[in-house]
T-cell receptor, first 115, second 110 residues
Framework: EPEVTQTPSHQVTQMGQEVILRCVPISNHLYFYWYRQILGQKVEFLVSFYNNEISEKSEIFDDQFSVERPDGSNFTLKIRSTKLEDSAMYFC?????????????FGPGTRLTVL | GQQLNQSPQSMFIQEGEDVSMNCTSSSIFNTWLWYKQDPGEGPVLLIALYKAGELTSNGRLTAQFGITRKDSFLNISASIPSDVGIYFC??????????FGQGTRLTINP
């Protein structure tokens, strides 16, 4: 069964450093998303991406964040200068064709720890 | 912003018992979803609901989309050890983002 994959599974970085989280969505899916989950809290939407551009973003997704689909398979989330409060699980999700009945499939997540 | 209130926050039950949890919102959603999250994993979709009043089952799981479109519940019958985890409701209005509830942590005593 096709699945969303994410690398690395765990990233430890120093405050102020740049990190890139990588995702490989399900092949032939068209819509891509990033969510984050601070430890013990709910999953929060960050950004959605379709047709090579951001279609929606949340207040969390400020100028320090960017997303990119550099090739036909990868979807990345970059945090330019990490802060302590960026420590969280980051989930990538993808969705297929435009239809009200297609749902998002989530990857296993990347745990980001900012020291 | 849009918020989903999910209850209870946690449940401690005996194996074999039935479980019920629910979500309410002040806003209308067109789609209600229920996900399960195991430790260190991403959310896995359990049930999707698309029509107000819809009642849908997936094995021992049953979920309903409230008639007002502002609430949903999930029932698990005859719980087993592998049901342990965190259950999240999520609402979707259009084609894009999901709004998640705070989660219900289910613990089962054998």
């Amino acid at each position: 069964e096709p699945e969303v994959t994410q690398t690395p599974s765990h990233q430890v970085t120093q405050m102020g450093q740049e990190v890139i989280l990588r995702c490989v969505p399900i092949s032939n899916h068209l819509y891509f998303y990033w969510y984050r989950q601070i430890l013990g809290q709910k999953v929060e939407f960050l950004v959605s991406f379709y047709n090579n551009e951001i279609s929606e973003k949340s207040e969390i997704f400020d100028d320090q964040f960017s997303v990119e689909r550099p090739d036909g398979s990868n979807f990345t989330l970059k945090i330019r200068s990490t802060k302590l409060e960026d420590s969280a699980m980051y989930f990538c999700a993808s969705r297929g064709q435009e239809s009200s009945y297609n749902e998002q499939f989530f990857g296993p997540g990347t745990r980001l720890t900012v020291l | 912003g849009q918020q989903l209130n999910q209850s209870p926050q946690s449940m401690f039950i005996q194996e074999g018992e039935d479980v019920s949890m629910n979500c309410t919102s002040s806003s209308i959603f067109n789609t209600w979803l229920w996900y399960k999250q195991d430790p260190g994993e991403g959310p896995v979709l359990l049930i999707a609901l698309y029509k107000a009043g819809e009642l849908t089952s997936n094995g021992r799981l049953t979920a309903q989309f409230g008639i007002t479109r502002k609430d949903s519940f999930l029932n698990i019958s005859a719980s087993i050890p592998s049901d342990v985890g965190i259950y999240f409701c999520a609402g979707r209005r259009g084609a894009q983002k999901l709004v998640f509830g705070q989660g219900t942590r289910l613990t089962i005593n054998p």
